[in-house]
Each structure stands twice: as C-alpha cells, then as structure tokens.
C-alpha cells in the first residue's frame, strides 16, 4: 500500500522562531553589508550619502540607520516566507539574489 507523504504543519512557536531569524538576519544584512557598501562607494566618492546617518526620519524621529535596519528586518521576514516557494537548485539562487539585492532598491524607489 502506498503511504502518502503529507508535510507536518509548522508550529507557531516554530513559525515565530522562523520570523524571528530572518528579521535579525535582515536587520544585521543592512547594518553589515548595506552600510558597508555605501560607505565603500562614499570614501570612493561614487556618492554624496553617508553611512550610519544619525538624523531623523518621519514620522517618530528614530535615527536613519535605525529605521533602515527596521526595513531590513521585514524585509527579512517576508524572505523567509518567500523562500519555501522558491525552485531549487541554480534557479533558487538566481531568485534568492533578485528578491535580497534586486527588489529592495526597485522597492525603495518606485514605492517608498
């Protein structure tokens, strides 16, 4: 007889682990490799914009770097549930890299 393989539905407790993983992973992601980034292209003077800006933003004041790191959490979490439907093998990481590098800027500018 054949058995049929139905996949355990995840716990909210695990869910929650889950979020919480790719909201600290987003939010590390822009403080490490966004900001290193930009201040790579500043002190090579391809930009004007400074890494870790300090100054306010709309509408509680909280510091720019910390509002972007924000951004970057949920961004973080929205790929974590993204990813189980993604295709595997090479076309996972070709989707991995347009949804983590690609669609934030496109986001940022054409929404934000």
Not at 22 to 29: C, H, Q, R, T, V
Not at 67 to 84: E, P
Request: glycine share 10%.
């Amino acid at each position: 007889m054949a058995q049929s393989h139905v996949a355990a539905p995840i716990s909210s407790t695990h869910r929650f682990e889950q979020d919480l993983r790719g909201f600290i992973a987003g939010f590390a992601s822009v403080l490490v490799f966004h900001q290193g980034m930009l201040a790579l292209l500043h002190a090579a003077g391809v930009t004007p914009s400074m890494p870790f800006m300090m100054q306010p933003t709309q509408p509680f004041g909280m510091p720019q770097i910390w509002s972007l790191a924000f951004w970057g959490g949920v961004w973080g979490v929205l790929f974590v549930w993204v990813v189980g439907h993604l295709p595997q093998g090479r076309l996972y990481w070709i989707d991995a890299v347009i949804f983590g590098a690609v669609a934030p800027p496109l986001v940022a500018l054409f929404i934000v």
